[in-house]
């Protein structure tokens, strides 16, 4: 069994169709595009390679691939602007300039700075950039340029954030520039699945972005995930729980560094209890340690992991980063049925429907079936079977394109957009499907749940592979 779904960022200068379909194969289920770098054009030939890559794994193993796209949004952050990249050693003299000026003529002395910090910042104010990899000092300030030495060494490169830890309560910026909005726009063109907004501060977030999609009402569907990155969401992080679609633990230097264990792990329970998707970040070169971190994780159910750097460089580090997760996915991950009903809130759904969840995972886990199979046209049924945590694998048949690749950012779960032909039911169509993968094979049981009937079944597989069940 998969312990967890991989979401893989795919930069522009490394899209290829046959590395983008050798992430599909090891495991992506999600391709992760990073807005605050490229242009729309770049994006552009990206997610065309990202689905005839989906298209090409189909003609291989005839399955539809669902897979989903994510936008990341810049969000209110500072950023340099384009630089000669350079190894700055401590003790150097960097200078910071607000000044259009660099925007357009970078040098290799000043660093262009998106936001007009300098009547803020004071003398010997520390300045960390790339997550404090460069940390520098103000030594003094002059119009709009900022003079300062270099405290911790590192490489200098284009459009890398810049962190203020003094200052950072003074600064106002508008969760939503007109790049955030010209993005969003580009996503709804695009018909992608999810929006991650970065640098949340408090749950009035999603509105800002839902007001703006309520102009198009193709754009509704789509799913808005909170990126918690600073001690502003931290604080209202049962808020943001509340109103966003699902939570991302991206931790930055914004965030005390001792409180992120303790955060992470109540984040999650309090997602759970919820029922919010709850993805980690890592690394694509994955350490020991994250390993070990990450097998633990899949002990406490989390959704996904996000590959946050370039997924598909010449080196391919994250396809090995991929090989050794496989690893931990042989980790299965066991709940009570008393556990969950203490940290799943399942008060807000309709109550048959709930019961019809819960009937089928137990029925599954008493009978040892392979797998548990759901015909529905909605994706409410498999999340309510998703959060009763069966010990199998669930295949969910669903019609609704947009819901199948919304549906494949959860574990544990493959969804199939229904594309049988007419003389093969539903029914058969997953079970043959089941039979190619592997997943089950001839003898096997497994649960049938059929949401259009309201009924749960349990049938064998014929070893008469032309036979097929009547239901």
């Known amino acids: 069994m998969k312990a967890f779904n991989f979401i893989c960022t795919i930069a522009p200068e490394n899209n290829s169709i046959e590395r983008i379909e050798r992430m599909i194969y090891k495991g992506m289920s999600v391709a992760r595009l990073n807005l605050t770098h490229g242009t729309h054009e770049s994006h552009f030939v990206t997610i065309t390679n990202v689905r005839l890559a989906a298209e090409r794994y189909f003609v291989r193993t005839s399955y539809v691939c669902p897979l989903a796209i994510a936008f990341d949004l810049r969000g209110p952050e500072m950023r340099t602007g384009e630089i000669i990249e350079r190894d700055v050693k401590i003790g150097e003299s960097v200078t910071l300039s607000c000044s259009a000026e660099f925007l357009t003529k970078p040098d290799g002395s000043t660093i262009y700075v998106d936001f007009p910090i300098a009547r803020k910042v004071k003398k010997d104010q520390v300045i960390l950039i790339d997550d404090g990899s460069v940390a520098l000092s103000v030594?003094?300030?002059?119009?709009?340029?900022?003079?300062c030495l270099v405290r911790k060494g590192g490489i200098l490169k284009s459009f890398q954030t810049l962190y203020i830890p003094d200052i950072v309560n003074q600064l106002s910026q508008p969760f939503l520039s007109e790049k955030d909005k010209n993005d969003i726009d580009f996503a709804i063109e695009q018909n992608v699945q999810f929006l991650f907004a970065s640098h949340v501060k408090d749950g009035d977030s999603i509105d800002k972005i839902r007001e703006y999609l309520d102009d198009n009402s193709s754009s509704k569907s789509i799913k808005i995930y909170a990126k918690?990155?600073?001690?502003?969401?931290?604080?209202?992080?049962?808020?943001?729980?509340?109103?966003?679609?699902?939570?991302?633990?991206?931790?930055?230097?914004?965030i005390n560094l001792r409180t992120i264990p303790v955060l992470e792990r109540l984040t999650l329970w309090k997602?759970?209890?919820?029922?919010?998707?709850?993805?980690?970040?890592?690394?694509?070169?994955?350490?020991?340690?994250?390993?070990?971190?990450?097998?633990?994780?899949?002990?406490?159910?989390?959704?996904?992991?996000?590959?946050?750097?370039?997924?598909?460089?010449?080196?391919?580090?994250?396809?090995?980063?991929?090989?050794?997760?496989?690893?931990?996915?042989?980790?299965?991950?066991?709940?009570?049925?008393?556990?969950?009903?203490?940290?799943?809130?399942?008060?807000?759904?309709?109550?048959?429907?709930?019961?019809?969840?819960?009937?089928?995972?137990?029925?599954?886990?008493?009978?040892?079936?392979?797998?548990?199979i759901i015909i529905t046209n909605s994706s409410q049924l498999p999340f309510l079977v998703y959060y009763h945590h069966p010990k199998c694998l669930t295949i969910v048949i669903i019609e609704d394109e947009m819901q199948a690749r919304q549906l494949n950012i959860l574990n544990?779960?493959?969804?199939?957009?229904?594309?049988?032909?007419?003389?093969?039911?539903?029914?058969?169509?997953?079970?043959?499907?089941?039979?190619?993968s592997k997943i089950t094979k001839p003898g096997d049981s497994i649960v049938i749940l059929n949401d259009e009937q309201n009924s749960m079944t349990i049938h064998y597989i014929p070893y008469d592979r032309q036979k097929q069940l009547k239901f």
């Open 139 to 147: 030594d003094c300030v002059l119009g709009d340029n900022i003079m």
């Open 228 to 254: 918690i990155q600073n001690q502003f969401a931290v604080d209202e992080i049962e808020e943001i729980i509340t109103k966003f679609d699902g939570i991302i633990i991206a931790p930055t230097i914004a």
């Open 271 to 372: 997602c759970k209890r919820k029922m919010k998707p709850f993805l980690l970040t890592v690394e694509s070169e994955l350490e020991s340690a994250e390993i070990y971190q990450i097998s633990n994780w899949s002990l406490q159910f989390v959704d996904g992991i996000i590959l946050k750097r370039d997924a598909c460089r010449d080196k391919f580090e994250a396809i090995q980063s991929l090989k050794v997760l496989q690893k931990v996915n042989s980790i299965k991950s066991e709940m009570s049925d008393e556990e969950n009903e203490k940290f799943v809130d399942f008060s807000a759904f309709d109550f048959m429907k709930v019961a019809l969840a819960s009937s089928t995972v137990k029925a599954s886990i008493t009978s040892e079936t392979s797998a548990i």
């Open 412 to 436: 544990r779960l493959i969804p199939l957009i229904d594309n049988r032909e007419l003389k093969t039911s539903k029914e058969n169509f997953a079970v043959e499907f089941t039979l190619k």
